[in-house]
């Protein structure tokens, strides 16, 4: 089925312990997005990237870093895991409206549950 | 601060009522969607709103964007156990590269 992949779907990490996490999209899309979903605070946005070659900032970027590895894949790094980052992450995907974001909403991924202790 | 305001927070209604989620800011909305999520998965969009006054339906569900472009709500008619979920509203704000999502309202339908 046509979708955003991402991979693992669990992870349990030790602080100080890096990790990548994988998204794949095949719907030609060409913007990508990193979101966290903690309760309470909602999905806040860590990085994007509007298109491929270009990645920029989101609301809340401190202790990721993100490789836009071609149009398809963008994937997600944490250098050094500390507890604030437990976390469910999710990745997405649009069409590109302006600026970044698509007037036409995103499609998520199933997300990854981490948790860093 | 840019917000997107969802009431009610929580919801636990039985199969077959209707109910109704607001989605309100001070902010103008160059367009803005709904979105369920269920447990364990990410948020799925249900529908997309462009134009003020705008009235979208989906089987039992009807959104509705404001006039003014700064709210919308979601009914749903006769309710279901299906329609369980976590209903988001989100947007990008007019004239901004900005991309926000609402607060959430946790829908229970029981049977």
């Known amino acids: 089925n046509a979708g955003v992949t991402q991979t693992p779907k669990f992870q349990v990490l030790k602080t100080g312990q890096s990790m990548t996490l994988q998204c794949a999209q095949d719907?030609?899309?060409?913007?990508m997005y990193w979101y966290r979903q903690d309760p309470g605070m909602g999905l806040r946005l860590i990085y994007y990237?509007?298109?491929?070659?270009?990645?920029d900032k989101g609301e809340v970027p401190n202790g990721y870093n993100v490789s836009r590895l071609n149009k398809r894949e963008f994937s997600l790094r944490l250098e050094s895991a500390a507890p604030s980052q437990t976390s469910v992450y999710f990745c997405?995907?649009?069409?590109?409206?302006?600026?970044?974001?698509?007037?036409?909403?995103?499609?998520f991924g199933s997300g990854t549950r981490l948790t860093v202790v | 601060t840019q917000l997107l305001e969802q009431s009610p927070q929580f919801l636990s209604i039985q199969e077959g009522e209707n109910l109704t989620v607001y989605c309100n800011s001070s902010?103008?909305?160059?367009?803005l969607q709904w979105y369920r999520q269920e447990p364990g998965e990410g948020p799925v969009l249900l529908v997309t709103?462009?134009?003020?006054?705008e009235v979208k339906k989906l089987k039992r569900l009807t959104f509705q964007f404001g006039d003014a472009r700064k709210d919308s709500s979601l009914h749903i008619t006769a309710a279901q156990p299906g329609d369980t979920g976590l209903y988001l509203c989100?947007?990008?704000?007019?004239?901004?590269?900005?991309?926000?999502f609402g607060t959430g309202t946790r829908l229970k339908v029981l049977a």
């Open positions: 997405a995907s649009s069409e590109v409206g302006w600026g970044g974001w698509s007037n036409y909403g995103y499609t």
């Open positions: 719907m030609n899309h060409n913007s």
């Open positions: 990237s509007a298109s491929e070659g270009t990645t």
């Open positions: 902010s103008v909305f160059s367009s």
């Open positions: 709103v462009v134009t003020g006054g």
């Open positions: 989100a947007g990008g704000i007019s004239g901004t590269y900005k991309y926000i």
